[in-house]
């Protein structure tokens, strides 16, 4: 593996996680984002996971204080990755954004870096186009809580090169990850090929009318002993995420326009966007369902 330095591109809630791993795992991480404002929230978000890791992985605080050293903040995407081995993009779930950035990325990204997307819907070929590299460009997908639920999807397009591919699994394996290789490009990888559809069904009994959020989540946890119901799940994702996976089927789904429109009226219009904000189908830090009698 030849990868030293590593840009994030986007610096969400996963996006952030990503950075924060790569750099507790020893590599130099440059964070990229589009204005001053979101790198600001980028920092607050990699002093909240340096807690984190303090509290439940790192052996002592001197390792967590040395990977918010490797980390370093940019608005200018060409200072961002003028070093890069690896950019791994973690940017919204909308085709016309990834476009738009792997254009501007494969004029100053230089010759050697490989692209990585993480994003949880689309696969490679589908923006494989706006790249300058195709066979430098795959899928690389990691699970919300990257330091406990440590999967990595890697997934490849038919023109990928294989030894990029091989590549990002050893640097995968060197963050900490499990590297799951899928042999075939599959919209929804392993994970969200099983997770999606749950959620959709959670969300379509609630948009409805069938039963509210904490009684769906209510009988799954009860039925399955899962720590978590669907709409538990849909706040560590993210309501923005889930919107916009919703959304992007609305046209021809009347389901999926009532979820969506749901979500943005009740939920995203205020301000309630899941963990991240503090408020979703639940208030953090102590949530509703971890209270004892939530199940009974």
Known sequence: MNFKNVTVAGSGVLGSQIAFQTAFKGFEVNVYDINDAAIEAAKERANKLAIIYKNDVAQNDAEVEAALGRLSFYTDLGEAVQNADLVIEAIPERLDIKQGFYEQLSKVAPAKTVFATN?????PSQFRQFTDRTEKFLALHFANEIWKNNTAEIMGHDATDKQ???QVIEFARAIGMVPLHILKEQPGYI???LLVPFLNAAQSLYAHGVADPHTIDKTWMIATSAPRGPFAILDVVGLETAYNIVAAHA?????AAKIAELIKAEYIDKGKLGIATGEGFYKYPNPAFEEPDFLK
Do not use: G, R
């Open 191 to 193: 994970l969200n090929s």
């Open 119 to 123: 994003s949880s819907t689309m696969i």
């Open 251 to 255: 046209v021809n789904n009347p389901t």
């Open 164 to 166: 990029y591919e091989e």
